[in-house]
């Protein structure tokens, strides 16, 4: 059979991995009947045509997952978005948003994305970028992104910068290695916590790089709340304690001091519980078609 | 006559003369039918009740000046925005941003000061506050600003920051001044523009802070274009070549790429053409009440 162009076999395996595994989630709940299929799905992404390039899952180039599932779902609404913009509307939604006018939902982990909502809407912006925290430059002469830029926030507080900028200052990882394993930042974490100081360096460089990030967010849409989540926010204080006080240093017009930051509330759930949202609350959340 | 708790006399003096100011151009212009009062004033405000204090005008401090103006022309819709806002209005309505979905637009003046329009509406923000480029922080160590924080846009742009930031490095103008005259921003650049190399670096200073801070709102926002207006923003390509090339070092992902700087198209009008807005085309820039 012939494969579309530009679309190779690994990218047909993969969608049918996806197709098989919803088959059998739908089995398993007694083929209920369906609103609709939600979908958070890494950038970068041609919104609101849903044709996804997601950076870690190599095999999909323009993949135009939102067309296949329509296929593959005939009759019901399909709506795809960026994965950090799902976790925001979750918390939004359903998590410690809830309520809130203007919020950035942010998820700090391998990338650093978020998502932005304003007059309680999401905003997605003309082409669904809206949200893009992690290239929010805090040092022009800072480390090169994966962008192509400079300084960027996600250039600083990736787990991964992290974990290179640790070890370049001599960082020795405690807890012993798998065979094949490389200290992650959730290793460095753990180090820091127990008393390593590169790795307490290393969370509060990243921390005091949020907090700058965030400081402009609030300035330019007059945020109520920002939310933290991803995977380094479990770091806990040793992240948020210089992050907070970064932003309380650069957030002093009155409006802006009202803003909060608070953890995230629904953990890894949040992207799910966002693509949910897309459909069953998408007067506020969906605004692609 | 006793004066309301909390205001001088200087304040209703000031108001009087805004009045009679208002008396004597509607009578010029032949005492026409109004469709309402759309007003652009200097920030801080409480908004959308109206309740100015602006920098630069002492006499007014919590002053009800839309409850006043209501009271002045009964039964008629009476709008009060941040004066930056209405700049930014008026170049969307029907100046340079015209028909843009998701444009900033910027005064670089004595403060620096913006509007945000996202789906082709006004965002206020919460507390209407929304559009504050001015604090967006791109120098963590930079100077310290008028609003209490540190390294903010505004604290290295505004114009009378760059004329103390030349005269600390040995900026002698050129121009004989008046009696009485400190020299300005228009000075500096006047000197620039003939050569000066303290004037040039001035705004080569000035110029990549706006980039930078330029640089986060597109990513943050999704933007399509960026104005910029304002008494500095006169000085042309000496601020704008160096506003442009950090934009472009640092905004490299692909959506981000497409954003466009322009001038402002109205000049110094463009706030009395926003404040018009305000009135005329509510359903766009007025969502006060």
């Known amino acids: 059979m012939d494969t579309p162009k530009g679309l190779g076999v690994d990218a047909e395996r993969l969608f049918r991995s996806l197709s098989d ?56 609404p399909v709506r795809v978005h960026n994965d950090a913009v799902c976790a925001a509307v979750g918390e939004h939604w359903r998590g410690a948003g809830h309520g809130h006018a203007a919020m950035l939902g942010m998820v700090v982990s391998t990338g650093v994305g978020g998502g932005l909502i304003l007059g309680g809407q999401l905003v997605d912006g003309p082409t669904g970028n809206a949200g893009h925290i992690g290239h929010v430059v805090v040092d022009p002469d800072g480390p090169p992104c994966g962008c192509g830029g400079v300084g960027c926030l996600e250039a600083i507080a990736r787990g991964p910068a992290l974990v290179v900028w640790a070890l370049e200052r001599g960082w020795r990882p405690q807890r012993a290695r798998q065979a094949t394993g490389q200290p992650t930042a959730r290793d460095l974490a753990d180090d820091a916590r127990t008393g390593d100081p590169i790795g307490r360096a290393a969370l509060e460089r990243a921390g005091r790089a949020l907090g700058l990030a965030l400081a402009a967010a609030t300035a330019l849409c007059d945020l109520d709340l920002v939310i933290v989540g991803g995977g380094l926010s479990q770091a806990g204080p040793l992240l948020l304690v ?48």
């Open 21 to 76: 595994l919803a088959a059998a989630v739908l089995d398993r709940a007694g083929s209920p009947e369906l609103a609709g299929v939600g979908v958070g799905c890494g950038g970068p992404m041609r919104w609101p045509e849903g044709r996804v390039s997601p950076l870690n899952i190599p095999a999909w180039r323009d993949f135009p997952l939102r067309a296949r599932l329509i296929e593959r779902f005939p009759g019901q």
């Open 242 to 289: 210089p992050l907070e006080e970064t932003l309380r240093r650069h957030t002093r017009l009155d409006f802006a001091r009202r803003v909060g930051v608070q953890p995230a509330a629904l953990g890894q759930q949040a992207g799910l519980v966002g693509a949910a949202a897309l459909v069953h609350a998408g007067t506020r959340y969906w605004h692609g078609d």
